[in-house]
Each structure stands twice: as C-alpha cells, then as structure tokens.
C-alpha cells in the first residue's frame, strides 16, 4: 500500500459528496426534463472538488497552516489558470454551433487523456512529491507503477485517437477509412507490446520503459481510429469518452483521490454503456469497437447516388396540403436539420400542425446526426415538447398508420436497405421504418449526395415518397408560409 498520509476526514467527505453529486448529475442528464438540473449538480460537484483540492493540497507558507497561511503566489498562479481555462470554455460555448459539437466533444475527451499523461509524467519524474516512493528503497511502489502505466497508456490513446476522430468530423481529413496493409497485426502487436512493457515497468522503473508506453500508446491510438468511417463516428465519440473516463479513474488512484477515481468511474462506466447502446443501434460488434477494427474494411467508399432511377419532386404547397390533411404526421429530422438549423422552424411547422388538429410526433434513431443524443438536444433548444419525442423502439411501430413520414436530413438512418440488402454496409443496422407511412415527405438538398455511410437510400425511389429538394431551413419555412 502507498505511505502517504491518510487525508483528512473533511477532505474524504468533501469528495464523497462530490461523488454524489456526480452520480445525481447522470442521473438528470437521462431525461431532457432534468437534464439542466443535472447540469447544475455536475458543476457544483466539480466545484466542490476542485477547491478541495486546491484547499488540501496547496503549499503553504513556512510555519503557517489553514486557509490564512496558503502560499498566495501558487494561489494566484491556480487562479490564472483557472480564469483562462474558463474563459476559452465560455467563448466556445457561446461560438460553436450545435453541428460542430461532436467535433467540440471530441477535442474536449482528447484534452482529458492528454492531462492524464502530464499528471502521470510529474508523477513519474517526482514521485516524492505524490508520496509514491517505498521509504525502504526509494523506488516507486509497484502498484503505483501499474496504476501509473495503465493511466498514461489509456490517456495517451485517448488523446491521439479524439485528435483523428476531430479531424474527420471537423473535415480536416477525409471521413472514408484509411486502410493500412497489415493493420490489424500491426495494431495487436502494439498492443501487445504497451501490455508487455506496463508489466515489465512493475520490475524495472527505467525511464525509457515508462516513456516507450507513453510513446506507443500516441500511436496505437492514431492506428485504431484512423480505419474507422465516418459513418461509424458516433460510436467512436462515446468509445472515447469512456477511454478518458478510466485514464481519469487510474490516474486517480495513482494520486489516491477518490474524487478523480468515483469521477473517472462514472465516466469510463456510462460511455462503455453508451457506446453498448451505439453498437446495438448500428449492428456492431462491442468488441469489435473496443479494440478499434470495426468499420474499417467494409464501408462503402462514398457510392454516387443512382439519380438515374425514377423518383417524384414535390414542392412546399404539396407538403403543406398533404400534412394540413392528415391525422399523424411523424418527423425523422437528421444531420441535414442540423446543418441547416431547421429546428425552429420545424417547430413552427409542428404548432401549426396541431392548431389543425394533426397528431405531431418526432422519431429520434440513437444515432441521428453525428453523437448520441445530437437530435434531442437541437429539438430541445427549440423548446419541441418532450412528449412528442419518441426513440426508435416506441416509434417504430407507429408508421403503419401514420399519414405522413416528414424525413428532414436524416438519411442512413431511414434506409430500407439496412433490413433488404445483404451487401449493403449498414445492413443489420435497426432504421426508422419511414416507408411504411402512407405518404414519406424526404427533404434533401439534392439526389446527388449520399449519406454519411456512402450508400444511396432507396428510399429515394418508393411509389410512396415525395422528395422535397432544397435547403431543410429554407423548404420548412416555405411549407409554413403555405400553410398560412
């Protein structure tokens, strides 16, 4: 066990309520309607730990203790940082579109596995310091070295794999799977051998040992995700949060904080949940996701759509007439309502629908757009009600009577093909079952593009769809103007 100093027993209870906090904090954020107040319970929990923290374990001048005898240059130094960190967060949060938030996500989880490397590198180079080192021997005990080892590998991975995911949802690098000869022996030697070192590191404590993890883990990173689609990000998003959740949870117990381990735990737990729910919604295979070989070798490499086929184009006024005469009207909004910043304006629609006596539904797939839960929130900033949202398995079966399917941008996510066709690289993945409704109104800025898997949706071409081609924003507010 380590010999450092028990701490304090109103340290212990500051974090144990933080924890606590934490834990109520997720368990608002499962419902939109406490999803604020969870918010709030997640920052005061934050709050409480960080300044406990800074409380406990902060410098003091020679001779002095409690708060009036705290070393004010170290205080003045944490409050600067302090000041900058928030002030960037707050301009990034007032600056990025909700279209940009996973790519924001992404390069937040990257910041969280590069900070669990630094802690574990200045506890490494000063292992006195952290209270890491045997008395009898002056090395490092063996326990803190694999907690240590095991932190700055997954934080490692953790930052190079969110810098790539970043880079494709931002288009700084293109979506498609970058395929690498021998991938997959490449990637399970690495990791054979970051497994292999961390073990070693238990014997021998030689700089170079800890610094080859470190080292191989940036790369291990770039190599599983590079491979990884586009269309298969989503998941990665979620993959990579619970990464950054246990580098957190083993830098935590290298520092014995049971605030950084409960934080950390709670974090790698829920986004392995997630990402279990991810894999389910797109038909992958869990493990496949863990180790990073998923979605690499058989993505469709951006198909053309077949605008050859016939299809119908309807306009805004036949939108409106279909939608004022029917009895549910089902919306499946998508990335293209993201893009386009629709929601309002789909909300509008909504209102006006029901002063006409239709039944409004929305029908959420878990990976619409580009995160878990990306199209609850957009509809939740345009203040749609709650009860009209539905996910994919209590909606489903509402098609079938349903007058109107009103799709808008969502388009991987309402492909037959995924149940049909075999050969197709989302078969398997559970749809919406849009064509079932007597009507589907499919708005789309063009028949040339595909969806983010790069498959043509042969939705397009059903006796029963409608395709409404223009700017989501733009057509919505043209059927609202002729409804009126």
């Not at 043509?456 to 769809?465: K, Q, V, W």
Request: charge should be negative; include cysteine.
């Amino acid at each position: 066990m380590h010999e450092t100093i028990a701490a304090p027993a109103w340290v212990m209870l500051a974090y144990l309520v933080a924890g606590v906090c934490f834990i109520i904090a997720l368990r608002g954020l499962s419902s939109p309607e406490s999803s604020r107040r969870g918010n709030r319970y997640g920052m005061i929990g934050m709050a409480i730990a960080v300044v406990t923290t800074l409380v406990h374990y902060a410098p003091h001048m020679p001779g002095q203790t409690g708060l009036a005898g705290l070393d004010l240059r170290f205080v003045a130094e944490v409050a600067a940082a302090i000041a900058i960190g928030a002030g960037i967060g707050l301009v990034m949060a007032r600056r990025i579109a909700m279209t940009a938030m996973p790519q924001l996500v992404a390069a937040f989880h990257s910041l969280v596995g590069l900070a669990a490397v630094a802690v574990g590198a200045a506890a490494f180079l000063n292992p006195l310091a952290f209270g890491l080192t045997d008395a009898a021997t002056g090395l490092i005990h063996v326990n803190s070295r694999v907690e240590m080892g095991l932190g700055v590998a997954i934080g490692a991975i953790t930052f190079s794999g969110s810098v790539i995911a970043f880079l494709k949802l931002n288009g700084n690098m293109s979506g498609k799977p970058i395929i690498l000869p021998l991938r997959h022996v490449i990637n399970l030697g690495t990791l054979a051998a970051i497994v292999g070192l961390v073990g070693y590191f238990t014997q021998d404590q030689a700089p170079w040992i800890f610094w080859t993890v470190i080292g191989l883990s940036f790369a291990i990173g770039f190599l599983l995700i590079i491979p990884i689609g586009g269309a298969d990000m989503p998941v990665v998003v979620s993959m990579l949060n619970s990464y950054s959740g246990w580098a957190a949870a083993a830098m935590g117990f290298t520092l014995q904080n049971s605030a950084m381990i409960i934080t950390g735990a709670l974090v790698g737990s829920s986004g392995a949940i997630l990402s279990y729910i991810m894999c389910r919604a797109m038909n992958r295979n869990f493990i496949s996701v863990i180790a990073g070989g998923f979605g690499g070798g058989d993505v469709a490499a951006g198909a053309e759509a077949a605008i050859d086929r016939p299809w119908k184009r309807g306009s805004a006024e036949d939108a409106a007439f279909l939608m004022k005469q029917a009895e549910l009207v089902i919306i499946a909004p998508g990335y293209g309502m993201a893009v386009a910043q629709a929601q309002h304006a789909l909300r509008e629609m909504g209102d006006l629908l029901e002063a006409e006596g239709v039944n409004i539904k929305y029908a959420i797939h878990p990976v619409a757009g580009r995160m878990p839960g990306h199209m609850n929130v957009l509809l939740a900033e345009a203040a749609v009600d709650y009860e009209q949202v539905f996910e994919l398995e209590d909606i489903n079966s509402e098609f079938a009577r349903a007058d109107v399917a009103f799709v808008i941008g969502a388009n991987d996510v309402t492909n037959p093909a995924a149940k049909t066709d075999r050969s197709s690289p989302i078969y398997g993945m559970p749809v919406l079952d849009v064509e079932k409704a007597k009507t589907v109104l499919f708005v789309k800025r063009s028949m040339g593009g595909v969806g983010y898997a790069g498959v043509d949706n042969e939705l397009f071409y059903r006796d029963n769809t409608m395709m409404l081609l223009a700017d989501a924003k733009k057509m919505v507010e043209e059927i609202v103007k002729s409804m009126g």
